[in-house]
């Protein structure tokens, strides 16, 4: 009983601000989310960054150990997907970053936070980081079909990885007025982005349910099935490993619909988004499931 109220505990916080912002879209479908969006981007991700890496006890060994792992675990999530989007006749470029960038930031730091504590935090962060660099580099290349550096370099939440992994590697210590504003920035980033996604799920609209709802059990179903073969097969345990299993299992991150729009054609973008929607409703279900695993297991 206790393991089920913890689960509920977890997960109540997550899905009630999701819902707060599916309310705010459907009340006002012009409801202008561009604060939320320049925010987080600019401001909120880099600050969640830093204070989460820096101030929750992660060292640069486990940062750069996580870091490898979810590299490893992307590559994993490409070969599938590659080849449901080859048998679905889809295009196996434009359309597979979905597939393989799960909403590690949206939704996986705020779940491992509340599953794990700020422990589990600083190792959702280290993964959310490989995410957020994949976004403007694999996610670009693979939207655009080429690739702009000038994007990698305006890309702030980058430098909040690389100041980070510099506090980490000095050891220094970080000033309280630093740590004490990040974090600030860090609670609020979560609130923000956590309501944002409400209010994108009133706006992507569903091409095709059927090959949408395929490869929105790609990501939800078989990304967590390649994060527990992964850990089971290097002996991964306790929180972290939960950690890990979480990240994983996350659905398609929103932030793919962005970057798509901005580089791929409309036919592409509709179905990304359409995985976006399907992926995020499963999670609903799946989410639940993987989180009382991980805290079953890995504790």
């Not at 599938?80 to 080859?86: A, D, M, N, Q």
Request: net charge neutral; hydrophobic share 55%; proline share 4%.
């Amino acid at each position: 009983m206790e393991l089920y109220i913890k689960l509920i505990d977890v997960l109540f916080p997550v899905f009630f601000i999701i819902g707060v912002g599916y309310y705010l879209g459907k009340k006002d479908p012009n409801f202008d989310t561009t604060f939320i969006t320049n925010f987080a981007g600019n401001i909120g991700t880099p600050a969640m960054i830093f204070y989460t890496i820096t101030t929750t006890g992660v060292t640069l060994d486990v940062f750069i150990e996580y870091f490898i792992y979810a590299v490893i675990i992307i590559a994993g999530f490409s070969i599938v997907g590659f080849i449901f989007l080859f048998i679905l006749k889809k295009d196996t470029i434009t359309e597979l970053p979905p597939l393989i960038l799960p909403n590690t930031g949206n939704m996986g730091v705020p779940i491992c936070l509340f599953a794990y504590g700020t422990e589990g935090l600083g190792v959702a962060s280290a993964i959310a980081s490989v995410i957020i660099l994949f976004h403007f580099t694999i996610g670009v290349l693979l939207a655009k079909k080429s690739f702009s550096l000038d994007i990698l370099v305006k890309n702030v939440p980058i430098y909040g990885i690389i100041i980070a992994v510099l506090f980490l590697y000095f050891k220094w210590e970080v000033p309280g007025y630093i740590e004490n504003t990040t974090f600030l920035l860090t609670y609020t980033t979560i609130f923000l982005v956590l309501m944002s996604l409400g209010i994108a799920l009133t706006r992507l609209k569903v091409v095709s349910w059927t090959h949408a709802s395929i490869l929105g059990a790609v990501r939800v179903v078989i990304g967590p099935i390649i994060g527990f073969a992964f850990i089971k097969f290097l002996g991964l345990t306790g929180f972290a490993a939960g950690v890990l299993l979480i990240q994983s299992s996350m659905p398609s991150a929103v932030l793919t619909y962005l970057v798509g729009s901005m580089y791929s054609e409309k036919r592409a973008v509709d179905n990304v988004a359409s995985v976006i929607v399907t992926s995020t409703l499963m999670s609903f279900i799946s989410a639940p499931i993987i989180v009382y695993i991980s805290l079953r297991f890995f504790q």
